[in-house]
Each structure stands twice: as structure tokens, then as C-alpha cells.
T-cell receptor, first 114, second 112 residues
Framework: GAGVSQTPSNKVTEKGKYVELRCDPI?????LYWYRQSLGQGPEFLIY????????DSGLPNDRFFAVRPEGSVSTLKIQRTERGDSAVYLC????????????FGPGTRLTVL | QKEVEQNSGPLSVPEGAIASLNCTYS??????FFWYRQYSGKSPELIMF????GDKEDGRFTAQLNKASQYVSLLIRDSQPSDSATYLC????????????FGQGTELSVKP
């Protein structure tokens, strides 16, 4: 079956612009996670959803970052007033429930802020 | 102190040898531990998870957990060049749903 998909695969933007990154989880998966991975580092947790609600957003770096999952399926990560330090690969993962053992990652979106 | 620490490597082993990858974690209440493999330019792929002290084997891979020492390791037997990748250790903190805290990863290179 289809895995987690993310669009776009690459996004280049200018400092100060607004961007949206999309994640389509595996069908039926209720939990959805966003991570950010910088070069040479492990993924860094940002936020996770159980259904439509954000169960834990403690990893969002500041109020420029926001994520939604209005219908409990597709999620969008929104970044306002982008900064060069936001450049990274943004990874999405989903799982059937909130157990971490069945977390499947998407291919990621590489964001470059010029 | 980082929550999850790994030696960044690179770790180089000859083909057929045993590769040993190590990880320590700081939250003594953690209960779930994971090893992910990440090829260059690709997303992480789950190899194994372990919850109980001791060893857990799956094919050529063995995960080892010692909660008293806050230490988890991954052994890869009969290493193959196709095992060359970055191996990420991840910990699920207690009472935080499925949130994973990752180490920085250890780069493994298996030489033919």
C-alpha cells in the first residue's frame, strides 16, 4: 500500500517568506508526527497529532511555526517569516496509534531558505 | 548532557565482521528504544525496537538494552557493504505518546 507522502520534495524560498509543507499519512493512521533534520544531526521532534488535535507541540522552535490537521488525515506545517536557520529536511511520520514502534517516515521535504 | 548520545563515527568495519553501535540516554524512566537506519538522502527506516533488558535478535541484527546503565546497542553480524548507512538511536520518553528523541546517528561504512 501507499506510504507516507510529503510535498513538495524540495522547496527553495527567500528569507522572510511564508511556506507550507504537506504530509499525507498512511490511510487509517491516527497519529502523525513532524520532525526536522539538519545536516549531520538526528531528527528533532517538532509536534505530533492524535486525530485532529495537537497532542504535543513542545518541539516547535517558536511562534513562527504552526501545524494543523483539520480532518485528522493530511497535515500542513506552516512557517512564517522564514529564516536561513530554518533550512533543513522536514520529515513527517505516521503510526496507527500513539505507540512509537510502528512509526513510518515519509521521504521528507528539503527546505532551503536563501 | 544530550538526551540521547551516539558516537558520530564514522565506524569502518570489513565485510563479514560484526559492527557494534552504541547509544546512551539520560531519562531513566524511558521504556522504549529504537534503531533506525538512514541511507544518504533517504528517510529513516525502522530496524528494531526493544523494551526489555537483554538481547533481541532479528536476522543479522541484535539489539541489546541495559536500563541500569542507560545503554542500548545494535550489533550487525556478517556486515555487508549494503549495511553502510547512518544508524540512529531513538528513545520514547515516558508519558509522551509516540514522541521520539533521536541521537545524532553513527555513520557505518562496511568495506568490501
Amino acid at each position: 500500500g501507499a506510504g507516507v507522502s510529503q510535498t513538495p520534495s524540495n522547496k527553495v524560498t527567500e528569507k522572510g517568506k511564508y511556506v507550507e509543507l504537506r504530509c499525507d499519512p498512511i490511510s487509517g493512521h491516527t497519529a502523525l508526527y513532524w520532525y526536522r533534520q539538519s545536516l549531520g544531526q538526528g531528527p528533532e521532534f517538532l509536534i505530533y497529532f492524535q486525530g485532529t488535535g495537537a497532542a504535543d507541540d513542545s518541539g516547535l522552535p517558536n511562534d513562527r511555526f504552526f501545524a494543523v490537521r483539520p480532518e485528522g488525515s493530511v497535515s500542513t506545517l506552516k512557517i512564517q517569516r522564514t529564516e536561513r536557520g530554518d533550512s533543513a529536511v522536514y520529515l513527517c511520520a505516521s503510526s496507527p496509534g500513539i505507540a512509537a514502534d510502528t512509526q513510518y517516515f515519509g521521504p521528507g521535504t528539503r527546505l532551503t531558505v536563501l | 548532557q544530550k538526551e540521547v548520545e551516539q558516537n558520530s563515527g564514522p565506524l569502518s568495519v570489513p565485510e563479514g565482521a560484526i559492527a557494534s553501535l552504541n547509544c546512551t540516554y539520560s531519562d531513566r524512566g524511558s521504556q522504549s528504544f529504537f534503531w533506525y537506519r538512514q541511507y544518504s538522502g533517504k528517510s529513516p527506516e525502522l530496524i528494531m525496537f526493544i523494551y526489555s533488558n537483554g538481547d533481541k535478535e532479528d536476522g543479522r541484527f541484535t539489539a541489546q538494552l541495559n536500563k541500569a546503565s542507560q545503554y542500548v546497542s545494535l550489533l550487525i553480524r556478517d556486515s555487508q557493504p549494503s549495511d553502510s548507512a547512518t544508524y540512529l538511536c531513538a528513545v520514547n520518553p515516558p508519558n509522551q505518546g509516540g514522541k521520539l528523541i533521536f541521537g545524532q546517528g553513527t555513520e557505518l561504512s562496511v568495506k568490501p
